[in-house]
């Protein structure tokens, strides 16, 4: 089993930047692909960014592509993802999640392990 916990979420002004963090625990945490995810209120819950349990490899849904950044630190058990120039149309709950097929992956069918979300709020 792996537990995630989310953190790092709040309300914040278009334009402005939030840092998310999940911590990992239960499982050896440089096997497992990393993954976040982001449900709006009323939407399906989406794909955001995923790494690779290196780090090597990155992938991200193109609305976010050049604005949000995915990384991971294997010696704290950690996941992050900043976001930068937040808009109104980020506004969602963010979920990480974790696989541990050994792919980087896209679909929510993919992950196996999901936290409990945290919520952001971009005000415009």
Request: a neutral charge.
């Amino acid at each position: 089993q792996v537990q995630l916990v989310e953190s790092g979420g709040g309300l914040v002004q278009a334009g402005g930047s939030l840092r998310l963090s999940c911590a990992a625990s239960g499982r050896t945490f440089s096997w497992l692909s990393m993954g976040w995810f982001r449900q709006a209120p009323g939407k399906d819950r989406e794909f955001v960014a995923a790494i690779s349990w290196r780090g090597t490899y990155t992938y991200y849904a193109d609305s976010v592509k050049g604005r949000f950044t995915i990384s991971r630190d294997n010696a704290k058990n950690t996941l992050y993802l900043q976001m930068n120039s937040l808009s109104p149309e980020d506004t969602a709950d963010y979920y990480c999640a974790a696989t541990d097929t050994g792919r980087i992956a896209t679909g929510i069918r993919d992950y196996d392990y999901w936290g409990q979300g945290t919520q952001v709020t971009v005000s415009s």
